[in-house]
């Protein structure tokens, strides 16, 4: 067995701007693991927010390489229960093993990943391309720049009705709304009915992911449905979302890969909701683990690969209004890009 962990520093088309942050680039950590002739590749995005680098995931990693070496010929969930007591929360880190495990053993059984896990590519939902905070001119300009059929809109400024009403005037695609916990809730419901009327899906976590009170207000008065993201983080949130959204946006990232991912899923669904995928800007490695997941899916956000300038890799990719898989097993994903080896562990 190898394993390799590399460094890339993606870099952004526009810059991209939320409620609580903007950068023109985005960090990755790209994980790969070797056996038997067969190569996996998994990913995960550096991010601030969380207090994630790329170099202590690195580290977490590779300081378990005998840990893994010893079970790389186990399943991808078999080796995630074993290392998961080892992440000690770092989720981000074991997102990337697992989606490299879970690569190389779709790899070593001959198969993409939907096949292995008895599914068909077929209604799936289309990814949303989304358009940061900026001056409602610029995010025009945005729009005008890449027409697309759908679209996640950044909000949590002062004249947010005032930014979707100056884009309804320029589109016809449908809107998603993220305000990345920067709304009270009676702001929320009194949004709701105007956005509802420009046409606006859904309003994906309105308020910050501690007030429970107002959720509770949100959900039994606004007119749109609200997804969980900030609120929705690993396992045992899925549960306690259902009181308070009508859906979860599932980020492997934060939960710690396709196995978690994969579970939570399935809860939602037990529960009644509606479920989302999400990315972190990562590069199409981690997009094609996510383009797996598209048939168990109502709505998905990997537009990652649309927003960067240096994509590294080939793989499942979203253009032309379709996401578009490879004749690959395991997730699809091959480097562009072989980078030096990073050795801080």
Not at 124 to 129: A, E, F, H, V
Request: aromatic share 8%.
């Amino acid at each position: 067995m190898k394993l390799k962990t590399y460094k890339y520093k993606l870099e952004l088309k526009n810059t991209f701007r939320i409620s609580h942050t903007a950068r023109d680039f985005q960090e990755t950590l790209i994980v790969e693991l070797s056996d038997g002739g067969f190569t996996g590749y998994g990913e995960a995005a550096a991010t601030s927010y969380y207090g994630v680098d790329v170099e202590s995931m690195s580290a977490t990693i590779k300081a378990m390489e005998p840990l893994i070496a010893e079970n790389i010929h186990k399943t991808p969930e078999e080796l995630w229960e074993i290392t998961n007591p080892h992440f000690k929360g770092n989720s981000f880190a074991q997102c990337a093993l697992d989606i490299a495990m879970h690569d190389l053993h779709g790899k070593r059984n001959g198969q993409p990943l939907y096949k292995m896990w008895g599914l068909e590519l077929k209604d799936l939902p289309l990814s949303n391309y989304t358009i940061g905070i900026d001056t409602v001119e610029i995010m025009v300009q945005k729009i005008k720049e890449f027409p697309w059929p759908l679209y996640k809109i950044k909000l949590g400024t002062d004249e947010d009705v005032e930014i979707i009403k100056e884009l309804r005037k320029h589109t016809n695609a449908i809107f998603r709304v993220d305000a990345n916990c920067a709304w009270t809730a009676e702001q929320t419901i009194e949004y709701a009915p105007i956005m509802k009327e420009l046409g606006v899906e859904f309003l994906e976590q309105p308020l910050p992911a501690n007030d429970l009170e107002g959720m509770a207000k949100v959900l039994q008065h606004s007119v749109l449905p609200v997804i969980a993201d900030e609120s929705c983080i690993n396992e045992s949130d899925v549960k306690k979302c259902a009181d308070y959204f009508h859906g979860v946006n599932v980020k492997l990232t934060k939960c710690g890969g396709l196995t978690p991912g994969r579970r939570m899923i399935a809860e939602a669904r037990e529960l009644g909701m509606k479920v989302m995928v999400g990315c972190m800007t990562e590069s199409t490695v981690g997009l094609s683990a996510i383009g797996h997941l598209l048939p168990l899916l109502d709505y998905v956000d990997m537009d990652g690969g649309m927003l960067i300038k240096n994509d590294i890799a080939d793989g499942v990719k979203v253009y032309d209004g379709k996401t578009h898989f490879p004749n690959r097993n395991g997730t699809g994903a091959e480097l562009l890009i072989i980078k030096e080896e990073l050795k801080n562990a």
